[in-house]
């Protein structure tokens, strides 16, 4: 797949004609430009002699095919070319571990994510090059890990705020009045999930670059989008048939209508449940206490409502919506992941739930249809403890992409659609945060916290790019032995954390001096004070 500019170069005929057609997907070895009602074409019309000529707006395709017609005698063509053209990222984060999967997951995560970059994130570069709200949440995640850009997502959250309506709505796509999701009908009210994830958005971007004076710019925007979504929860605490597209995931008979009235979605309570949550950990950092306050009673008052009215005891796991008091039979994997995700399960109905719907297939049961999901779902089980069944999840789902032949990831599993789409990214985020281990543990990554999940990998090594420095890491498993090696440049607490027996089986290799040592958990942690290399062997 590649983004840019066509040039071609050729002696001519004048009055012949070149039709360039593009495309993802070849139909029976040809360009299909009228492929799932996208037709993307440019004509143009020689003259005699030499000449070049180059598009005026740029395309994403991964074929092109020229078709000569009207030429009544022979056409040279000289060259056919392409000016490449993304937003101008760089290089700074790295990925690589003892399976090679994971390393080229990681890779092909790059070249989705940058070919999905230009004057906004994008969900693809070759269908909409559209911004959306869902999708760029986790390109913004995955950006951190990989190129470490702060500005395009500052944008991002900007442009999104800017589109808010009076009622408080912010629109499910920038620049763009309406969504017209799925079935071409117009919603005023866009995409309430996608609302909702604004707002984790802009926690997320203030804890990597501490930027404070973003979140106190959007503050109000964010006051008017939770109430907004608010004035939907009804006599039992749930949010009840907010309008606009309840999206969750591209899965036939599980998707809402575009209008709305659904019922009460344990998907979108969860995504309401950790808006409330992050909106008021955005409260605190500009200094409303009081708003703060009611937000977070209002975050524990949902959840207490989902976990009394959304829990199936029957099948042990989230009901995908309830109508008129009665649980839905429909059952998803994705309402028990959000429960995870946003924090609402409790431990119990984490493991109990996730025993009932993963150990084996379910044919009863929706399953996710798309990598976009797999943010979710990743943080999820990350957030369960489950590390090696995240690694595995991503072996399997993106594994299957590439022996399909992927070069860029997916919007669908099944592969029709688009074929490069960035909300596929997860993997970029989630392979760099737990298993190479880099996190922020302060705003604008003042500190950090570097604990590897090594599962049953031998080593890896990479890169974090921080807006404070590019953080290297380099860790391997040799038996019992674990070696860990941080390169902090930058000032900032660094806290180590590595598998370990007990505290006295490790030592610290490090002219610094580890202000802070504990053991808990089966790791040992140690606490020092960048800029510095530090060294950290243990054995478990």
């Keep these: 797949e590649v983004a840019g500019f066509v040039r071609l170069r050729l002696n001519g005929v004048a009055g012949g004609i070149v039709d360039l057609g593009y495309c993802e997907m070849l139909v029976n070895g040809h360009v299909d430009t009228l492929r799932d009602q996208w037709s993307f074409a440019d004509r143009y019309i020689m003259r005699d002699g030499p000449q070049e000529w180059e598009l005026f707006f740029w395309k994403g395709f991964r074929y092109l095919q020229l078709t000569f017609r009207n030429c009544p005698k022979p056409v040279e063509v000289e060259s056919v070319s392409l000016l490449f053209t993304s937003y101008p990222v760089k290089y700074r984060g790295s990925f690589e571990c003892s399976d090679p999967l994971l390393t080229k997951i990681w890779e092909v995560g790059r070249w989705t994510l940058q070919l999905c970059m230009h004057d906004g994130y994008e969900d693809c570069p070759w269908r909409e090059q559209g911004q959306w709200l869902g999708d760029a949440q986790v390109e913004l995640m995955a950006n951190y890990m990989t190129f470490g850009d702060v500005a395009l997502g500052t944008k991002c959250l900007r442009q999104f705020a800017q589109g808010q309506t009076e009622e408080g709505a912010l629109p499910a796509e920038y620049p763009a009045d309406i969504a017209v999701y799925p079935t071409r009908q117009t919603v005023p009210s866009g995409i309430p999930t996608f609302m909702a994830q604004w707002v984790s958005m802009l926690l997320d971007h203030y804890r990597y670059t501490g930027d404070l004076k973003l979140v106190s710019e959007l503050y109000p925007n964010l006051v008017r989008v939770i109430s907004y979504l608010g004035r939907f929860i009804d006599a039992d605490g749930l949010l009840n048939n907010v309008p606009g597209f309840a999206f969750l995931d591209w899965v036939p008979g599980l998707m809402p209508s575009p209008m709305g009235g659904e019922g009460e979605l344990t998907g979108v309570n969860c995504h309401y449940y950790r808006a409330l949550v992050d909106a008021a950990a955005l409260a605190g950092l500009v200094g409303e206490k009081n708003q703060q306050g009611d937000w977070l009673s209002r975050a524990e008052k949902l959840k207490r409502a989902i976990n009394e009215h959304l829990w199936s005891e029957q099948h042990g796991v989230y009901a995908h919506v309830r109508r008129a008091s009665q649980l839905d039979s429909r059952l998803a994997v994705h309402d028990s992941i959000l429960a995870a995700y946003a924090g609402v399960a409790p431990a119990e109905r984490v493991s109990l739930s996730f025993a009932k719907l993963f150990g084996k297939p379910r044919q009863d049961v929706a399953q996710i249809g798309t990598p976009y999901f797999y943010y979710f779902y990743l943080e999820a089980l990350r957030a369960a403890g489950r590390h090696e069944e995240a690694v595995e999840a991503t072996r399997q789902a993106y594994g299957q992409m590439l022996e399909a032949g992927a070069t860029t990831w997916w919007e669908h599993f099944g592969g029709h659609a688009s074929l490069c789409h960035a909300w596929s990214c997860a993997p970029n985020y989630d392979l760099s945060a737990y298993v190479l281990g880099v996190q922020g543990t302060e705003a604008g990554f003042a500190g950090l916290r570097v604990e590897?999940?090594?599962?049953?990998?031998?080593?890896?090594?990479?890169?974090?790019?921080?807006?404070?420095?590019?953080?290297?890491?380099?860790?391997?498993?040799e038996g019992t032995r674990f070696e860990l090696s941080v390169s902090a440049p930058m000032k900032a607490v660094v806290e180590l954390s590595v598998p370990a027996r007990s505290l006295e089986a490790t030592r610290l290799i490090s002219k610094a001096r580890a202000q802070k040592q504990a053991f808990s958990g089966g790791r040992a942690r140690y606490w020092m004070q960048g800029p510095g290399t530090f060294q950290v062997e243990s054995h478990s």
């Excluded at 590897?452 to 498993?477: C, F, M, Y």
Aim: aromatic letters at 8%.
């Design 452 to 477: 590897p999940q090594a599962g049953e990998l031998t080593w890896a090594k990479g890169i974090v790019p921080t807006p404070r420095g590019d953080v290297s890491v380099n860790w391997k498993r």
